[in-house]
């Protein structure tokens, strides 16, 4: 999707945008950011590429006005750039969506594009002369067909993120960044924003794409910098670079597998679900899962996957026909359900997953205490030499048992929740996102974790909207529609494509 | 990955076995916190220090000590269960109320159930009077765990609501005035319960000049701190406060536990009253009102979070020594009682502030 070559020549020549010179930020001992350099284009998409804790948030915030660089400069159209606060910077043309929506969704679309901004008729709103601006606006992302006073909590998340750089249009902004805005997106809006990212840089306006994903990088960037470690490890055009020497510059070394196989036999059936129905999803859905088998599910945000998921671990009350587990019925709630050995991985790490306040080993006990009790009295002892045992085995990198989950970067969270599961001793592994918002070498530790599951001969359901790694780890596929699971087939049956398809089929209900 | 369950190979991090036994006994009163105390240091050290330069050298007596633990233990005893409430993520705005209803309770059962101590049966009277107390004391939490529970309402509004009931049952009850017990319907432990005086014969422990207050507060405070932390409900309960959401994932039934929470807190508040009864030996519905607000202060000033997941029941004793140290040492100066509340205010605000700092907030401080 790269511009012209003359196009491109022509804007590389000229001087950038946006450019960042040798910015640090430290937080007391942790070098956040250790001289980054940057330079975006006006007319030019940069994706900015790196692991969780690579530094791309705190460079987000230094860009936004959150945070005061401690040393370097950056210039905004050749002048000085030093925003006071994100207010600041708006007023300076960047405009930041963030990757967690940032919208009132009690207000109407209207006001939330204006909102910082309106009050122009001392402390009045000019509704008038806004209502031009703000249907401009929603036109240039596709959103005309919308009223601009519908509450805006009522609008599908990918309509939010295109209201949030609606507002970013709206005050005038010359670079949008948009932080990993797929990441809750399905496939088809995905290819609408992508659209809409390359009408902003028809328009001239320069983009920094922040993304996990190198597949979208390739589709929708002309440039690329990747941080590791709060440095700038390289830059360039991506035309120049392969895939494999991006992953070795995020990671720092070469990751040969990215998807780790640990071979396993898939065994006699022990779960069996049939007309599965909750309100007001999955509808009448059948499902088999067998000992040792991964079995993916994949399909659009909204499909009823998670809801399947959350039903069988009994967190949402669900009807059935027929509900065994090796032969037995199956208890409705989560507390027997999970002593059967079901157990459940969010994928809502922050709200759901984990308890953020509370320490690693606090999150790793928590609905595992039986273990370390006996008449209602813990022993602490155990419980903490457990806690331990665990950070080692699964790789958590913290500093002692103690710490707070809150502390901890995204893919070690993840690994405490995944370890909360195998604390517990579950036997069906039920994975929501299991690897969303997480670096890829922590992406793959997980998938030899679900293989080395189904090799002990435990089974595994894994939900994603990240197909190739479904493709890739799953020994079965089903697609869901609408709430009902459609299709399921061997993974070998299946390709990126026709799962789309039968994502987007329309079904005869 | 093996199919052990218990990690295998794991050695046991190094320095954690017996130096911790001497930390373990202070660890023991839970998430132990230097704040409160050096707080509660600074407070006394002035009050000592503006006493002996202005008053009459009252404040820092023994008996003063003892004036103000047990005024202390007044307020500690409600605030053990408030600690435990406002850990699990609730508040109870109901507490003062339900004290004095089950106060009312108490009173009513010495005057109407009770016979004078010195005739047979009295024993029988005197444990249906106490027993008659808990049960009401229970009850009040019982209704609003149960009420929270079911209707997944917030507890500001429900115990807003239970607050005004209890007050107009208590009324009803005591039909609008106070409640005095029969003469010598209450036994001679009752009435040396809150007794602070020079005589060390009528202490619990003869010659010991401790309150049978405070050391009634004192016992029931490890008690609950060891629940909080040695217990599996205990660690529920924690769970709960810091996020319901995550508590419901792992399996923990998130409504039973809040019931529970209130219900014990209930326990505490029969207590409560209990003490408030031995002090002032009558009951009146209408003088709990504003006293929910003492407790929950002694609660956050101890580094109870209104947000859930944190609280710590030493800090909630200290919360409530601090109150009644400003309270007492204010009288001692001749302060009016309308420059105490003030003050106390403040050091709620400042003391919640300062504990924020640690925590890196207000955020804008910290850019």
């Known amino acids: 999707m790269a511009g012209s070559e003359a196009a491109q020549s022509a804007s590389t020549a000229s001087q950038p945008l946006l450019e960042v010179c040798d910015i640090s930020k430290r937080f007391g001992p942790t070098i956040a950011l250790d001289q980054v350099n940057l330079a975006a284009h006006a007319g030019r998409v940069l994706a900015l590429i790196g692991e969780n804790g690579a530094g791309k948030s705190t460079l987000l915030k230094t860009l936004s006005g959150a945070h005061d660089a401690d040393s370097g400069t950056m210039r905004l159209d050749g002048l000085e750039y030093q925003p006071r606060s994100p207010l600041d910077a708006r007023r300076l043309g960047i405009g930041i969506v963030y990757q967690e929506l ?64 609606a507002r970013a249009l709206a005050s005038q902004a010359k670079i949008v960044l948009l932080d990993e805005p797929t990441s809750s997106l399905p496939a088809a809006d995905v290819q609408r924003l992508f659209g809409i990212i390359n009408d902003l840089r028809n328009d001239g306006i320069g983009v920094i794409y922040i993304s996990h994903f190198l597949e979208e990088v390739r589709e ?4 690329y910098a990747v941080l590791r470690d709060g440095n700038s490890v390289g830059s360039g055009q991506l035309t120049d670079i392969t895939d494999d020497q991006i992953i070795s510059l995020m990671v720092g070394r070469d990751v040969d597998d990215l998807f780790p196989s640990v071979p396993h036999d898939i065994g006699q059936a022990r779960l069996e679900i049939a007309g599965l129905s909750a309100k007001p999803m999955p ?37 059935s026909k027929v509900a065994t587990l090796d032969g037995n019925r199956l208890p409705s709630s989560v507390g027997a359900r999970r002593r059967l050995g ?10 759901e997953g984990l308890a953020q306040s509370l320490s690693i080993t606090e999150n790793l006990a928590m609905g595992n205490h039986r273990r370390y009790s ?4 813990v022993d602490l002892k155990s419980r903490r030499k457990d806690a331990n045992g665990w950070i080692k085995k699964v790789e958590v990198k913290a500093h002692s048992a103690e710490q707070t989950i809150g502390e901890l970067s995204g893919g070690n969270q993840q690994k405490v929740a995944f370890a909360r599961l195998l604390a517990q001793d579950a036997d069906i592994y039920l994975l929501d996102e299991p690897t969303k918002g997480i670096d890829v070498g922590t992406k793959a530790e997980i998938y030899r974790m679900i293989g080395e599951l189904a090799a002990q001969g435990k089974s595994v359901i894994f939900v994603s909207s990240y197909l190739p790694e479904l493709l890739a780890v799953c020994d079965t596929i089903g697609v869901m529609n609408r709430g009902q699971l459609v299709e399921t087939r061997a993974s070998a049956d299946w390709n990126e494509e026709s799962l789309l398809a039968a994502a987007v089929a329309v079904t005869n209900r | ?102 106060c009312t309770a108490l009173a009513v059962a010495f005057r109407d159930y009770t016979v004078p101590v010195e005739q047979s049966g009295a024993v ?75 005589r060390g014969t009528d202490y619990f422990i003869p010659g010991l000049p401790i309150p049978g207050s405070v050391l009634l507060t004192i016992v029931l405070a490890i008690i609950v701190a060891a629940l ?9 309960i924690v769970a709960v406060g810091s996020n319901p959401q995550t508590a419901r994932l792992c399996g923990i039934n998130v409504p039973l536990t809040t019931v529970l929470v209130y219900a014990i807190a209930g326990i505490f508040v029969a207590f409560g009253a209990l003490l408030y009864f031995g002090n002032v030996k009558n009951g009146n519905p209408s003088d709990g009102t504003g006293l929910e607000l003492q407790i929950i202060a002694a609660v956050v000033l101890g580094g109870g979070s209104l947000s859930g997941g944190r609280g710590s029941v030493l800090g909630t004793l200290v919360g409530a020594l601090i109150i009644k140290v400003i309270d007492n040492g204010c009288t001692m100066l001749s302060i009016p009682n309308t420059y105490t509340h003030i003050m106390i205010g403040v050091i709620i605000i400042v003391a919640v502030l300062i504990d924020g700092l640690r925590n890196g907030k207000p955020k804008w401080l910290f850019r």
Not at chain 1, 342 to 351: A, F, Q, T, V
Not at chain 1, 374 to 377: E, H, I, V
Request: aromatic letters at 4%.
């Open chain 2, 1 to 102: 990955m093996t199919d052990d369950v218990s990690p295998a190979n794991a050695p046991e991090s190094a320095p954690s076995a017996q130096g911790s036994r001497a930390l373990g006994i202070l660890k023991l009163l839970t998430e132990f916190q230097i704040g409160p105390i050096l707080a509660l240091i600074a407070i006394i050290f002035c009050f000592a220090l503006l006493d002996v330069a202005l008053g009459n050298g009252g404040f820092a007596t023994l008996r003063n000590l003892r004036v103000v633990t047990h005024q202390a233990a007044l307020i500690g005893m409600p605030a053990l269960g408030m600690t435990m409430i406002i850990i699990a993520g609730g508040i109870d705005l109901s507490a003062g109320t339900a004290l004095t209803l089950s």
């Open chain 1, 283 to 319: 509808i009448d859905t059948d499902l088999t899962l067998h000992h040792g088998e991964v079995l993916g599910i994949a399909g659009l945000v909204g499909a009823g996957r998670s809801e399947l998921l959350r039903c069988l671990a009994g967190l949402i009350p669900a009807k």
């Open chain 1, 220 to 223: 929708v960037a002309d440039d």
């Open chain 1, 374 to 377: 006996s008449y209602g009295l």
């Open chain 2, 228 to 236: 909080m932390r040695y217990t599996v409900l205990g660690r529920n």
């Open chain 2, 124 to 198: 029988m009277g005197i444990v249906g009077a106490l027993s008659l107390c808990l049960v009401i004391g229970v009850l009040c939490g019982l209704l609003n765990g149960i009420i929270i529970s079911l209707t997944e309402m917030v507890p500001f509004i429900v115990t807003l609501g239970t607050m005004t009931i209890f007050l107009g049952l208590g009324q009803i009850w005591a039909s609008e005035s106070t409640v005095y017990p029969g003469p010598g319907h209450l036994p001679i432990w009752l009435e040396n319960l809150c007794y602070t005086g020079k």
């Open chain 1, 102 to 165: 940032t919208l009132a969704p009690d207000l109407s679309i209207e006001d939330n594009i204006m909102l910082g901004r309106s009050g122009t008729g001392g402390g009045l709103l000019l509704r008038g002369s806004q209502r031009d601006q703000v249907r401009q606006c929603l036109q240039r992302v596709g959103l005309g067909h919308l009223s601009p006073t519908a509450r805006t909590g009522d609008q599908s998340v990918a309509t939010q993120q295109l209201i949030e750089v």
């Open chain 1, 342 to 351: 079901i157990g459940m991985l969010s994928e809502d790490r922050k709200s």
